[in-house]
């Protein structure tokens, strides 16, 4: 029959049609869609960030690659002062320079799978030598603890920077840093700090000063110093011990002894001064005497270290005065300081001459007598007896004596002086005969 005839002649026709689709589908991945390309659209050129870096030996680098098509490989120009064994982790590639004895500069190649590649370069500098330790130096009154620094003081850290000769680099940036412990760094002037930059001095030394808490206890601290350009640092480790005795904490000047003396071998000083300045501890510092009535105290409490509190005497004698000095948190100076108010050296002087009583009057006639007594001066008295003008009769006195004694042999009226005598000093009496 005609139409089986045509079936069975396009049969295999479209058998070869059929398979030459499927063969098509495959040669373009299949029928996803799906590129067998192992370019991959919107990742973007290999690159390397910085292109060109500048390191130190012995310093970690850390370069950037992006782009291209992962994994990367990595070959050094020069692969002893580069390394680059570990390869591109990520997308980051650290490398570590080795030594160099002047700035070397190293060419490397990164190539992705694709076989895209790009270069970089490190300019390898030579090493700053930092020491193997921080230098740490306490405070002497901490030697007997056995530690470095004790609770409450200063101390310092140092450390110096070398170049290849070993010379020290002068005007270097190097960061010191509190990594663990109860202390602080103290810039001049300021603030207690965590972290301080200082620069080297002409010989390459870098310094800090170091500050203890006052309630530090017992404890391992350290501190990290870092030379800022290279990134190169050093760990130092040094105990800082618990230390409670008052006079390693607290001081005061003047110390000692201080002496007043009075004006004369009869009477002690009044009104003298002496200041005492006090230093260390926690402020504010309370100052308290033994003797309160011997002296008063001006400017206490003291409000901070190296402020001073004034003591002036008030004329009573005393020997060996001492205080009582107590800081914020309780400590107390143990030998303070202590003051002592004599009698001078010079000769006393006299008490004041006195005669009593000072004027006396009644009926002067023969034989009236008429008492005054001499007190003070020293002790020895020459009397005599003068009339006033208008005074009429004659009166005696008895020529010496503290008992001044006056006489009338005749009745007499008027005013009479009775004037007595001792050293330098001259007092009168006014004897009225009525």
């Given amino acids: 029959m005609p139409g089986y005839r045509v079936t069975a002649w396009l049969r295999p026709l479209l058998t070869l049609a059929a398979l030459a689709g499927v063969l098509s589908l495959a040669a373009c991945g299949g029928g996803n869609g799906a590129p067998n390309n192992p370019y991959q659209p919107g990742a973007g050129p290999l690159t390397i960030t910085p292109t060109t870096a500048t390191g130190y030996s012995g310093v970690p680098f850390m370069f950037s690659v992006t782009g291209g098509t992962a994994p990367y490989s990595v070959i050094s120009s020069d692969s002893v002062i580069l390394p680059v064994t570990s390869g591109v982790s990520g997308n980051s590639l650290v490398v570590v320079p080795g030594n160099v004895v002047a700035a070397t500069s190293v060419s490397f190649t990164v190539s992705d799978s694709a076989?895209?590649?790009?270069?970089?370069?490190?300019?390898?500098?030579?090493?700053?030598?930092?020491?193997?330790?921080?230098?740490?130096?306490?405070?002497?009154?901490?030697?007997?603890?056995?530690?470095?620094?004790?609770?409450?003081?200063?101390?310092?850290?140092?450390?110096?920077?070398?170049?290849?000769g070993g010379a020290?680099?002068?005007?270097?940036?190097?960061?010191?840093?509190?990594v663990q412990g109860d202390f602080t760094i103290s810039p001049p002037g300021q603030a207690s700090v965590p972290t301080l930059t200082v620069t080297t001095d002409q010989n390459g030394n870098a310094t800090v000063r170091l500050l203890v808490s006052v309630s530090a206890a017992t404890q391992i601290a350290s501190i990290r110093a870092t030379d800022v350009?290279?990134?190169?640092?050093?760990?130092?480790?040094?105990?800082?011990?618990?230390?409670?005795?008052?006079?390693?904490?607290?001081?005061?000047?003047?110390s000692g002894t201080t002496t007043f003396t009075g004006p004369d071998t009869a009477t002690c000083n009044a009104g003298g001064q002496a200041t005492f300045y006090i230093f260390g501890g926690t402020p504010p510092?309370?100052?308290?005497?033994?003797?309160?009535?011997?002296?008063?105290?001006?400017?206490?409490?003291?409000?901070?270290?190296?402020?001073?509190?004034?003591?002036?005497?008030?004329?009573?004698?005393f020997t060996n005065l001492t205080f009582a000095i107590t800081d914020a948190t309780g400590r107390v100076l143990l030998n303070p300081p202590t003051a002592t108010n004599g009698f001078g050296t010079a000769a006393a002087a006299p008490p004041p001459l006195n005669v009593t009583p000072g004027s006396l009057s009644g009926t002067c006639s023969s034989g009236s007598t008429f008492s005054f007594l001499a007190t003070g001066g020293t002790g020895t008295y020459t009397n005599a007896v003068n009339p006033e003008a208008g005074a009429t009769g004659t009166a005696t006195v008895s020529p010496s004596g503290a008992n001044v004694t006056v006489s009338f042999s005749a009745p007499a009226t008027g005013k009479f002086d009775v004037n007595v005598a001792s050293g330098s000093q001259i007092v009168t009496a006014v004897l009225t005969c009525n």
């Fill in 115 to 164: 076989g895209h590649q790009v270069t970089g370069s490190l300019n390898v500098n030579p090493a700053l030598l930092l020491p193997a330790s921080i230098t740490i130096t306490g405070n002497p009154n901490c030697a007997a603890s056995g530690a470095t620094l004790c609770s409450g003081q200063d101390g310092s850290a140092s450390v110096k920077v070398t170049g290849p």
């Fill in 168 to 178: 020290g680099l002068a005007g270097r940036s190097v960061r010191f840093d509190v």
């Fill in 229 to 254: 350009t290279s990134g190169s640092n050093v760990l130092g480790q040094f105990t800082i011990a618990q230390y409670v005795n008052g006079n390693s904490i607290l001081s005061v000047l003047p």
């Fill in 285 to 317: 510092y309370t100052v308290t005497t033994n003797f309160p009535q011997a002296i008063t105290i001006r400017g206490a409490p003291v409000q901070h270290s190296g402020g001073g509190f004034t003591i002036t005497t008030t004329g009573i004698c």
